[in-house]
């Protein structure tokens, strides 16, 4: 009898890859949820025996999925797959009934370790012939779905090329949905490992988001940033980095109002002075900055190197400390990951800019990272 095992993650490209992880000859049915509402829609409906949860997603997130089984008692084994790899998330989903924990980007040996350790799966005899082959079909049970299809092998994610323009033999660059699924997804993972690392550096929880991915102009930064201006100055730190056919440069902003709870979580003496705050702001930049580009080249198996922070200004307008970078480049792919810290009133806000030139490339290490 198959298994009826329920993906639940807002990235197509995350549960495309967690469905080729699956083990071979497992006998499974598997169906797809997007978001938390539809996972515990799905779970009601018989088709999550089992559950691989993914922790940030809109709507409905892994933590409220998570309470919502407990509280509805329903009939479903939880194993939590997420890029937020905090001790303490671990330790709040297995609070909260999950088997186990695996990160992102998932590791197929890993995955069916897990499985066998909770005896969710087991490995079919050498001479069964039901194990030849992977019996496994797929059930897409999402919203945005019209159809409910069955199939051997979940359908490849479409990255389209860059377009070459004939006559001035320049890339014609847009960001489909699937491409911004790709990107949003590989910088969730990234943005996982330097949330880490902020929470044992401050002895926090680190509230992640979902981080926001644009392909914009450089002069319509100030607008897509309205939110973390919110009429409060900030203060900036920049930092440049490049890899072969890559460039771009990672802006770290911090409100300044939340200077005084940084400073008493990093045991800093603070006086409110520029000197202090400027020192804060370099050791912020050295772990967001560095630890997020380090996820995404491990992801992606490229090398940056990084140029040395430079000082976007103090106590200014956000407006104010990007002006000087709207000039350099005519568009840009912006990455936007805004950090919270639970129980305290701290913005962090890391942009990643990457020039338009670097996205034939990235596009290019897309493509084959899910072949």
């Known amino acids: 009898m198959s298994t009826k095992l329920l993906i639940c993650d807002d990235s197509n490209m995350a549960r495309k890859q967690l469905a080729r992880s699956l083990p071979d000859d497992w006998d499974v049915e598997i169906s797809f949820a997007t978001n938390g509402v539809e996972g515990i829609e799905a779970i009601k409906a018989g088709k999550g025996d089992v559950l691989l949860l993914d922790l940030n997603m809109p709507e409905m997130d892994g933590y409220q999925v998570l309470e919502a089984i407990l509280a509805q008692d329903l009939p479903t084994l939880t194993i939590v797959v997420s890029g937020d790899i905090q001790p303490e998330a671990h330790k709040r989903v297995t609070g909260l009934g999950a088997l ?7 590791n197929k040996e890993k995955l069916t370790e897990v499985l066998l350790a909770y005896g969710v799966f087991t490995k079919a005899e050498p001479n069964n012939d039901n194990a030849a082959g992977s019996s496994a079909s797929i059930l897409v049970a999402s919203e945005s779905d019209q159809q409910v299809e069955k199939r051997s092998k979940p359908a490849p994610l479409k990255i389209e090329p860059v377009v070459m323009s004939a006559a001035k033999s320049e890339p014609v660059l847009s960001l489909s949905s699937d491409l911004r699924d790709c990107y949003q997804e590989i910088s969730n993972v990234a943005m996982g490992r330097a949330g880490d690392l902020l929470a044992r550096l401050l002895d926090v929880f680190v509230e992640l988001p979902i981080p926001n991915v644009n392909f914009i102009e450089v002069s319509e930064l100030r607008m897509a940033l309205k939110d973390v201006e919110a009429n409060e100055s900030t203060s900036g730190i920049c930092q440049g980095f490049i890899s072969a056919g890559i460039s771009g440069e990672a802006l770290l902003i911090l409100n300044d109002s939340s200077f005084k709870d940084v400073a008493s979580l990093m045991n800093y003496q603070y006086d409110e002075d520029e000197g202090t705050e400027l020192e804060l702001l370099m050791d912020l930049a050295n772990v967001l900055i560095g630890a997020c580009l380090k996820g995404i080249s491990e992801q992606l198996d490229i090398d940056f190197s990084q140029g040395h922070p430079v000082v976007l200004g103090q106590h200014r307008k956000i407006s104010e400390l990007i002006a000087n970078n709207a000039s350099k480049w005519k568009k840009t792919l912006a990455i936007e990951i ?24 990235l596009n290019n290490k897309l493509t084959y990272l899910l072949e």
Do not use: A, R
């Open 338 to 361: 805004s950090y919270s810290i639970e129980n305290y009133p701290i913005k962090c806000d890391l942009l990643l800019l990457f020039t338009e030139h670097s996205m034939q490339t």
């Open 100 to 106: 186990d924990f695996i990160q992102k980007p998932v």
